[in-house]
């Protein structure tokens, strides 16, 4: 058994609700998400609104280092295209509202501000769309 097995997949959670987005939008491979400061403040946003929503909730997030996760995860999946990305890329609806949009909802439902996350969900929705298409960047 998996000691803390929920807070463990919030981690997940929390990690994938910044690749798959910002890789979604920006067309990238998950590796390239580490290579530009920009990217790597918007995830931090993300990961910290989460963590705030998840500890509203009265998960202890304390003994995992989610920026490192966030760095191990876009490395050890470098060379993956996100299903976010895969989504959008094929013109489907994407999981933008059962990732980053129960986090969005158990903010909204613990008076915690979440405006990075509610953007992304808007820009991923728009994406939806107006069909983003195209290729994938270098």
Not at 45 to 62: F, K, Y
Not at 122 to 130: G, Q, R, T
Request: net charge negative; aromatic share 4%.
């Amino acid at each position: 058994m998996v000691p803390r097995i929920i807070e463990k997949i919030w981690c997940k959670v929390l990690v994938y609700s910044a690749i798959n987005p910002l890789s979604g939008l920006l067309h990238v491979k998950n590796g390239r998400l580490v290579d530009k400061m920009e990217a790597v403040s918007l995830a931090k946003r993300l990961i910290d609104e989460g963590r705030q929503v998840a500890e509203s909730c009265g998960l202890r997030l304390n003994d995992t280092d989610l920026y490192d996760l966030f760095f191990e995860t876009c490395r050890a999946t470098s060379e993956n295209i996100s299903s976010m990305l895969l989504d959008l890329l094929s013109s489907r609806k994407t999981e933008i509202d059962s990732l980053n949009g129960e986090i969005i909802r158990l903010g909204q439902d613990h008076d915690v501000p979440v405006a990075s996350h509610l953007t992304i969900l808007e820009l991923i929705k728009l994406s939806e769309k107006w069909g983003a298409g195209g290729q994938l960047a270098d």
